[in-house]
Structure formats: C-alpha cells, structure tokens
C-alpha cells in the first residue's frame, strides 16, 4: 500500500458554508464552516440524482482529520471512493463540520456551545441539496459516525424522522451508566489538583500544549459533554456531579440522561418504525463499554418494532479505536439499501 494520496475514481468538492445559526454562538467559534461533498464515479457524466450519505465525526474530530493518513491504512475519502469504484451503488457522501472549542458539539442544541443540530438539519441538508443532484427526500438519506458521531447518527434520525430515513452507528455514546458514570470518578480524583474547579484545569489546558497531562482527556470530554447536555441557559457548563465528593447531581445526570439513544427510542418509536434501514456495530473489547451499548440499542429497536430485516448488527473483535476500517462496510450496506428501497 502506498503511504501518499490516490487518484480518485469520484471526486471531492471542499466548500466553504456561511452558517446563519453559528453565528454569534456561545464559544465564538467560526460560523463559516469546511464542508466536503464526494461525488461518485459517473456523476459529472449524467443527469442522474443520488442518494446522499452524510458522514459525521467522533469527539475532539474535525473535518480535516478525514484525510489523516496512518500506517498501512487508507483514509476514508479513499475506502469510501473504493466502495463506489468497486461497484455499490452510488450515492453522494457529504461530510459535516461540528467542531468547537471544547472539541466537538454532540451535534446538539445547547447554550453552552451553539445550534449545532439545526445547523446541520436546517442549513448543511438543504444546501447540499440546492448544490448536487440529491434524491431530496429521507428514504434517500442516511447518516453514520463513529463515538459521539455515532451518537449523533442515533439521535438524528429521532429527531427529524422527515429528513434522514437509515443510519450506521459504530460505537455510538450510548447506555450512560456505562458510557459516561465511570470518567466521573477519574475527573473527582483529577480536579483535587486543581481546587476542584474544571475551569481551572481549563484555563491552564490553553495555556500549553494539548494532551501533555494524564487527565486531559477525561477532563476535555467531561466539560465538553456537560456544555453540549447540562449547560445552564448563560452558557456555563454544568457538571453532573459534585466536583469535591462525586456525588451526582439527580437533576443535572438527569439531563445527560435524557440524550442517551437507549433511554430515546421509547419516546420516538414512530421515528424509529420509520427507518429503512439501521446499521449498529461496536468492538467487542471497547473501553467505554459501547458493546453493552449496542446491545441496548437493539434492543430498544426490537421492543418499539423495528424489523429485524431492517437491521444490521454486529460486534467484533476490536476495542473503541482503530476501526476506520468498518466504516466502508456500513458505507456499502447503506447505499445498497438506500438504492433498493428507494
């Protein structure tokens, strides 16, 4: 395998969107965001509309991340295009900037960090609509991520039923008690160093070189997840728990709660009924016990009657990172669905 960029078979367009809903958000992150819209082989060649598959990352991911390069191993864009130049179905891949300060948005709502959900839903949909020649309807459109975009891709199609019809989830935040409750006695322990404040630790995370102290990680994602789910109405981000004792806040985890998958199915059993088609898979081995939350999110859809014929579900020998190599295969399973059930 050779270690530089490919030729290929499809092409990638790199715009640059002007969103009205990021602007003047919390943070003060950019509202002029990347966005990267693949086009498969044959496109510029036709008059033919295609469904599109929109592709959203994991916590601390950004957009330029999609062309990272490893040892041994093809980026994405370049599995991705292998997918369509090997003959599945071809569909349009837009990949979406949610990026922030905190390292990332849950692709949610929230005062704490901007509007990023509607931003997606509400501005980078319809754009890509009004660019390409998109089948514009949700049994023509499905989103997948990995982590927190896999959450994101569990959560969306909940929420706005009219707009995304099928999903892929690897690894997806979900079933908190497992996902989230055990990082919380690790940050209790790591803000002892710092007076037990996180805006403290925060303030000196700025101040250097990121991810050069033990506890930045838990630290980054605890604060990051609480702005995204527990922010007060000024922005503040809330913790889940007492900083000094652990303790949880019941009203604050509460809140946290309420965005877990497992816990929303029950409540948009209609949306989900809707989907045509559901792709779940998680490393047998995953750190952040995204097994057990893959196996509680198939559950969920069997009890609110998703078909099984609907569903692909697997665990593999693997822990949370790592697996890029998976997702050309829900890429595929996707776009072979979204073609025969169009």
Known sequence: MLPWEGELAGRLDRHTVESELLRGNPLGDPHQRPLWVYVPPGYDSSDERYPTVYVIQGYTGHLGMWANRTPFRQPFIETADAVFAGGAPACVVVYVDAWTTYGGSQFVDSPGTGRYHSYLCDEIVPWVDAHYRTIPAAASRAISGKSSGGFGAMITPMLRPDLFGALATHAGDTLYEYCYLPDFAKAVRFLRAYDHDIRSWWAD??????????????????????????????????????????????????????????????????????????????????????????????????????????????????????????????????????????
Request: net charge negative.
């Open 205 to 342: 995370f700025q101040g250097r070189p990121a991810f050069t102290k033990p506890e930045d990680a838990t630290l980054l994602s605890t604060l990051g997840v609480a702005a995204c789910f527990s922010a007060l109405d000024d922005g503040t981000p809330e913790l889940p728990f007492d900083p000094v004792t652990g303790v949880l806040r019941p009203g604050v985890w509460q809140r946290w709660l309420d965005w877990d998958p497992v816990r929303m199915a029950a409540t948009h059993a209609d949306a989900l009924r809707s989907l045509r088609a559901v792709w779940i898979d998680a490393g047998r081995s995953d750190e952040y016990h995204l097994d057990l939350g893959a196996e509680a999110f198939r559950a969920e859809l069997a009890a609110v009657g998703v078909p099984d014929e609907r569903i692909h579900f697997e665990l593999f020998d693997a822990g949370h990172g790592g697996i890029d190599y998976r997702y050309p295969l829900s890429l595929a399973w996707l776009a072979d669905r979204l073609t025969r059930l169009s």
